[in-house]
């Protein structure tokens, strides 16, 4: 007697344990490339902190340079907090903290009397 609906032993396709075996192997894969977007995305939101923070610094050296004088003073913004101080031959220290990330700048500004335009020239290498 032969039936209709059996299938034979020639004939080509998958076994559920191949299947098994190659849906492992998928997931496998499919977590290597989440944890990698996962790291990649931290180490840009790592980048973007520090680079806010550079551009804070940059601002705040700008700002010490116009005034005169000694001090020191303590930051709490909401991006972070930091500290400066500055004496009166012009040496300027800042530290910052933003997510994280540590920046620590050291500078000589010159304030002259009269400058063109109201700005103090920055001797703090290189920066505009």
Known sequence: MRTEGRRSRGRGGFTLVELLVALVL???GL????G?????TRTLAGAEARQDGVLRARLLLDSLARVEGSGQGDIMEPWG???WSRTGS???RLRLEVDGAVIDVESHVDVPAEVPGGRAAAQDGGWP
């Open 26 to 28: 998928l997931e496998v």
């Open 31 to 34: 977590l290597g490339v989440v």
């Open 36 to 40: 990698t977007l996962v790291l990649a």
């Open 81 to 83: 907090r930091g500290s």
């Open 90 to 92: 012009g040496a300027v």
